[in-house]
Structures are given as structure tokens and as C-alpha cells.
């Protein structure tokens, strides 16, 4: 039987879930809630114009019957959007980050337990053929010991993101209440990466700064950070939306007693170094490309597995691919960073 969707939120990622959960042959996308009207958004390509349509997700919910709710709208509204979904026996995709505090991620996770429906989390990133080899050899000991981490991660986003046409500021981008800073939007993706391959990670020490942002918004743009590893071992983050023009890099430099790993590539999908005893470089097939937003580009659209997990989930019995606990690890970890970098030195 068909799992029944809707997309709450049809911005740029928004549209990628509906085209994917029209396309997917054991799927059907029922209904969309927008805050805009039906006629003022950019439809999906590939999805029926007059499916349910609402402004008012407490009135969707009412009057529709689906089974899953993708949260696609900004960071800040995922937590009390996801809460109406939970109370009203919807399960829940949550587009990263999963909220923006720890107390909302276990107000969610309470929730799921009491409704007893189920969260899955949009980590795609896991899904990129470097990560998922990367996750194997260290959870198999090829690496040995784990000694060193880095992560480092170069992006660029500048007024094309933040600001609109008209030169008047983006209804969500930037806001505080709504963004809730780079880690948030921008690196999630790759601090789950990083708790998903070693464990939780301990934050040490924090510089952040705001260097070329201090117009469009209130939060740092950079930072730099030292963390403990779950075995002992250390690690560094560093991170920036500075770069001009486009995104340069992320990489991951893994350093094991037996040898050393690194990932790069703009969104570190690419083997770029393998030295490791007993170990053969293996030739990883291609990912998938960036998900374009125009002037800029996010992370590998592997939206497909999660739909596809969903899917298994509810019909078959699977195993969530990223929980809502995994969710709440990385909020943890970013709430950590901001909140070390905001104390005197």
C-alpha cells in the first residue's frame, strides 16, 4: 500500500521531497501546506496542481488523511510544526537541523514516544559513497586507533543568499529565530557526519567571529574548534561561509594508528588520500551531485534514501536510518560550539 505524504513547506527543498515522493513508486504526495497561496509558489515538476492545498497546517492536518509530514520550512518553525504533526498521529521527516535547542529535540522525542509515531531525520550526506566507506573501515578497526580529526569546511554565502532581488532582506536567511547560524544551515550536515563515524565528540575550546557578515546577520560566519574524541583522541573543526563567489571545500582528515584517510571535494564526496595497512584505495563510485539553489549549492541530494527508508520503515518493518536521538546529537554539539564561543577566554 502507497505511504500518503505531505510536504509542509515548499521552498527549494520542499519541492526536491515532492518531486521525489511523486516520482517513488510506493508513494503518493497527497497534499502540500505553504504559507503562501497555491497560485504564488513554483509547483514541482512532475506533481499533480490540484492535489490538498492549505495555508494552515493545523487545518490540513484536520481535513486531510496522510501518514507522513516532510518538514521543509525554516530551522526555527521544525520543533512546534513537528509537535502538530506527532499529536495529531502523523510520523514526521525532519529537514535538518532537527530543531534549534536540545530541550526541543526532547520535547520531539517525548512526543514520538507518546504518540508513538516515528521521526526520521534528513542526514543525506551518509548516503555519499566516501561516507558510507569512511563509516565501515573505522567501525571495522582498519583504521586502529583513532588519534586525530579534522574537519574542515569552506563555503561560501553571501548577499545572494541572505538578501533578495529588491536588495530587502530574506524572509528566514539570516534571522536568528529562524536560521539560527552557519552550523545550523549550513554544516549540520557535516557534524553528523563526524558523531555518525566517531561518536559524540566533547567540545574544548571555541573561537567564533563574524568577519564579512556583520551586516546581514548577528551570528559568527567563522569558527574554529578543538573537541575530545569518545576513545581519547582529538580533533578540529573549522568552518566558514566567507569564501568568495562559491564554495571551495569540506574535507576530513582521519589520522588511525594504521594509517591515514582524507575526504575532500566541495561537498567531501571524493577519496582523496588513502594510506592504511593492509588497505588497497578502493574505487568509489561517483555521488550525486550538489542540490543547486541557483547562486549557491547545498550538499549531495540523496534525498531518494530517505524516502526510500520511510517507506521501508512503514511498510516493511526496517530500521530508522537517522533517528530523531542522532538528530539530537548534533543540535547538542552546535548548541556546545555557540555556547563555548560565546564565553570570555
Request: hydrophobic share 40%; aromatic share 8%.
Amino acid at each position: 500500500m502507497p505511504i500518503r505524504f505531505a510536504v509542509v513547506g515548499l521552498g527549494h527543498i520542499g519541492r526536491r521531497h515532492a518531486a521525489l515522493i511523486g516520482a517513488h513508486p510506493e508513494a503518493d504526495l497527497v497534499a502540500v501546506c505553504d504559507i503562501l497561496p497555491r497560485g504564488s509558489v513554483r509547483w514541482p515538476e512532475g506533481v499533480d496542481r490540484e492535489i490538498a492545498y492549505d495555508s494552515d497546517l493545523a487545518a490540513l492536518l484536520q481535513r486531510v488523511a496522510f501518514d507522513v509530514a516532510c518538514i521543509c520550512t525554516p530551522n526555527g518553525l521544525h520543533a512546534v510544526q513537528t509537535q502538530q504533526c506527532l499529536a495529531a498521529g502523523r510520523h514526521v521527516v525532519i529537514e535538518k537541523p532537527m530543531a534549534l535547542s536540545v530541550a526541543e529535540c526532547d520535547a520531539l522525542i517525548a512526543a514520538s514516544n507518546q504518540y508513538q509515531r516515528k521521526v526520521f531525520g534528513v542526514m543525506q550526506n551518509r548516503y555519499s559513497p566516501a561516507s558510507s566507506w569512511l563509516k565501515e573501515i573505522v567501525d571495522a578497526g582498519t583504521l586502529g586507533e583513532i588519534l586525530q580529526v579534522h574537519l574542515d569546511c569552506y563555503w561560501n554565502r553571501d548577499e545572494r543568499y541572505y538578501l533578495l532581488p529588491d536588495g530587502s532582506s530574506h524572509p528566514w536567511h539570516g534571522r536568528s529565530d529562524l536560521d539560527g547560524g552557519v552550523l545550523f544551515t549550513q554544516f549540520a550536515h557535516f557534524i553528523d557526519l563526524l558523531c555518525w563515524t566517531f561518536g559524540e565528540i566533547t567540545v574544548d575550546r571555541v573561537k567564533l567571529a563574524n568577519q564579512t557578515h556583520c551586516s546581514i546577520h548577528p551570528f559568527a560566519d567563522s569558527g574554529m574548534v578543538h573537541f575530545g574524541l569518545p576513545g581519547g583522541g582529538m580533533g578540529s573543526l573549522n568552518f566558514s561561509t566567507v569564501i568568495w563567489d562559491r564554495n571551495f571545500e569540506s574535507t576530513l582528515t582521519v589520522i588511525g594508528t594504521r594509517g591515514t584517510v582524507k575526504l575532500g571535494g566541495q561537498y567531501m564526496n571524493e577519496l582523496r588520500y588513502c594510506h592504511v595497512e593492509g588497505l588497497i584505495a578502493p574505487a568509489l563510485p561517483p555521488s550525486a551531485p550538489p542540490n543547486s539553489y541557483g547562486p549557491y549549492q547545498g550538499s549531495a541530494a540523496n534525498h531518494h534514501f530517505v524516502i526510500d527508508n520511510v517507506v521501508d520503515v512503514l511498510n516493511n518493518g526496517a530500521e530508522v536510518a537517522t533517528t530523531a536521538e542522532e538528530g539530537r546529537t548534533v543540535v547538542r554539539v552546535i548548541e556546545a560550539i555557540y555556547r563555548a564561543g560565546s564565553e570570555p577566554a
